[in-house]
């Protein structure tokens, strides 16, 4: 199993450890690092972004993220522990300015961001007509949704509908109608959710996005609403996660009423 360093070099894994093999020089220099790697008869992952390194330890419970140069190391605990058959992957977000690795379990996303140094469970794709969709955030202002084709087995990228451009905003995907819809939310528009519906004319083109009427979810409060999830569910209406700012409160489940033009509180009973 090997990782690619440079144009010339790669990161090579054997019976007796790691080591670096430099293609152009045809040499190898073996690598002395500050933690357990798992047994031979286990699978080991190795991985490599900017400089860092990211490898399984032993009993697979935990990831080892090390520089080669350094006797230091951060140990970064597994969704799963025990877990040897996770997809993994490691990279650096030059918008954040963050590390993050990102795994696949039980076919759900999970994100390891640096900063915050906690797994994020991440939207899972949304699937219509042969065709997987998911967000992808380039950054607060500028969003793609990228495509993945099941029969042609091909990845496209669609414009996320921006009905005011200049404004940071977050966006959720869902199907309504058998059609694909985009749920933006802009906190510095007084909170404004819209729904823009995917319209499919001739030839399976996007021809333009169509949008709902606004809806409001701040009310009468004058902080900004942090949305942690939206849906829409098979009625047409619009549900809303909202996190409190108390730790002491739960997160409040809101949906959209069109007759009250407002978002009603969801009641649980007990």
Not at 43 to 69: Q, Y
Not at 77 to 87: A, C, D, R, S, V
Not at 147 to 176: R, T
Not at 180 to 205: M, T
Request: with cysteine.
């Amino acid at each position: 199993m090997s990782n690619q360093q440079s144009s010339s070099q790669l990161i090579s894994l054997h019976k007796d450890g790691l080591y670096l093999l430099d293609l152009s020089e045809t040499t190898s220099l073996k690598l002395d690092f500050p933690f357990t790697l798992p047994p031979q008869t286990e699978p080991v992952c190795i991985l490599h972004c900017h400089g860092m390194m990211c490898l399984t330890l032993k009993d697979n419970n935990e990831l080892a993220i090390w520089k080669p140069t350094s006797k230091n190391f951060k140990r970064v605990p597994m969704i799963k522990p025990g877990q040897n058959k996770n997809l993994l992957g490691f990279g650096y977000d030059r918008v954040s300015n963050d590390y993050k690795i990102v795994t696949i379990i039980d076919q759900k996303t999970y994100i390891f961001r640096f900063k915050e140094y906690c797994f994020f469970k991440d939207r899972t794709g949304t699937v219509l007509d042969h065709c997987m969709y998911w967000i992808a955030d380039w950054s607060n202002k500028e969003k793609s949704i990228l495509c993945f084709d099941f029969v042609n087995e091909e990845y496209s990228k669609l414009n996320v509908p921006m009905m005011l451009s200049g404004l940071e905003f977050n966006s959720w995907l869902d199907v309504s109608r058998g059609q694909l819809c985009v749920i933006n939310h802009y906190p510095s528009l007084e909170d404004n959710l819209c729904v823009c519906r995917r319209e499919i004319r001739s030839g399976k083109k996007i021809a333009r996005w169509d949008s709902d009427p606004w809806m409001n979810i701040a009310g009468n409060d004058e902080e900004p609403v942090d949305i942690r999830f939206a849906c829409i569910a098979r009625n047409n209406e619009v549900f809303v996660v909202v996190r409190c700012r108390s730790k002491e409160e739960e997160d409040r489940v809101l949906v959209y009423n069109k007759e009250q033009n407002e978002f009603i509180k969801v009641p649980f009973s007990s």
